[in-house]
């Protein structure tokens, strides 16, 4: 189990280069790097006899993912989580305002944020074709329960 600060999780650049300062997310890419300024560099080989699983905790007390049965499995979605859930909401959609931590899902947003619309007959619009067929169907029973109740009371009069 690894227990990671939240200074850690948001880091951008763990691993800097001693010559020019330039930064990287990880050791093997600073590293490679040290190569080009002709410094001993070295990547860790991963050894075949110890396979141990790592599993990593959100460091907020009273997150889910803070016990460690319910942790994450890798680097990656510990640092998308804390950033998601627990991170300053950093970018903002010009469209709709609603605001992201994690800049891959303002980006994915921000490509479908407006584009498409589903207008029901009630005169709500969808952006998602789930909920404008759940409201659809919904308008048309609505619809035809009232057309079957207009035509009972045609009939009985």
């Known amino acids: 189990m690894i227990a990671l600060s939240p200074k850690t999780l948001l880091a951008t650049n763990r ?3 001693e010559i020019c ?3 990287f997310q ?5 590293q490679l790097h040290r190569r080009g300024h002709n410094l001993p560099w070295k990547l860790r080989q991963r050894s075949t006899k110890e396979v141990r699983k790592r599993v990593y905790v959100c460091p907020e007390p009273a997150c889910v993912h803070h016990d460690p049965s319910r942790a994450l499995g890798d680097l990656t979605g510990i640092k998308k989580h804390f950033c998601r859930k627990h991170g300053e909401k950093k ?4 469209k709709c305002s609603k605001k992201y931590a994690v800049q891959s899902d303002w980006k994915a947003h921000s490509k479908v944020c407006g584009n498409r619309e589903y207008k029901c007959d009630c005169g709500t619009v969808f952006s998602r074709f789930f909920f404008y ?3 659809l169907s919904l308008c048309f ?14 009939v009985a009069i």
């Open 15 to 17: 691993f800097v280069c």
């Open 21 to 23: 300062n330039k930064g």
């Open 26 to 30: 990880r050791d093997q890419n600073l």
């Open 91 to 94: 970018w903002k959609c010009d």
């Open 133 to 135: 067929s759940l409201s």
């Open 141 to 154: 029973s609505l619809d035809f329960g009232f057309s079957l109740l207009r035509l009972c009371l045609v």
